[in-house]
């Protein structure tokens, strides 16, 4: 029985390790990364290894520029990238619609392909801050594409898949490496160097580094 899935890929630590547990799962998995504007876009590069590595069956990136509103400091320069922890309930690295856009966009490919489900790396670490890596989130989103797709509406619902939702950062290094991620290949910085440096003052750069300090380990990529 087929049993796809599309994945997405940004290059990350989240989406490499929702990446391995699909594969752990038993899914021929689909990578799908999007070049939405953003200025970190060595990320696409990281992403290619990413899928490569863990198992993908195929990488696709898709260009949908909605950097070109701006709006966020990861797709607007003329909007910092904060290097300290800011007192707004959501920071401006926020990207107004991003994981609405992408889950989109991996549905309509989902259902090309008759995939079963749909991996995305939202977790407990961004629910405070982005709306859209929300529990609530997840669930209205799998509402709608129940009622939105072909598939949905003839009973063969395509899941949405956050298994990282629950799970501190340190929780979610301890799956990778027990499923065998290089984390080495990831990157998850902000505001990279254009040969991948990291600026290590960025939300996730802090994130991050602390997640590995929690697990006891330090982080490969940064060495």
Request: with cysteine; charged share 20%; net charge negative.
């Amino acid at each position: 029985m087929n049993k796809r899935a599309v994945v997405l890929v940004s290059g990350g630590l989240d989406s490499a390790t929702v990446l391995a547990i699909a594969v752990s799962q038993g899914f021929e998995c689909y990578a799908l990364s999007m070049d939405y504007g953003q200025r970190h876009r060595i990320e696409l590069e990281r992403a290619a290894l990413v899928a490569k590595s863990n198992g993908a069956i195929e990488h696709r990136v898709v260009r949908i520029d909605i950097g070109n509103f701006g709006g966020s400091a990861l797709t607007d320069s003329d909007i910092g990238v904060p290097t300290e922890e800011g007192d707004q309930d959501i920071p401006v690295t926020y990207v107004p619609a991003r994981n609405t856009v992408f889950l989109s966009v991996a549905l309509g490919w989902a259902e090309v392909l008759e995939a079963k489900a749909i991996f995305i790396g939202a977790n407990a670490v961004d629910y405070s801050g982005y709306p859209d890596c929300r529990p609530d989130f997840i669930a209205a989103f799998q509402t709608m594409a129940n009622i939105a797709t072909k598939a949905g509406v003839e009973g063969d619902v395509i899941s949405v898949e956050a298994p990282l939702i629950n799970l501190t950062k340190a929780q979610i290094i301890a799956t990778g490496i027990r499923l065998g991620v290089d984390y080495s290949e990831t990157l998850s910085c902000y505001n990279p160097s254009s040969s991948g440096v990291i600026c290590g003052q960025c939300d996730s750069c802090r994130i991050r580094l602390a997640g590995f300090a929690a697990a006891g380990l330090s982080d490969p990529a940064n060495l």
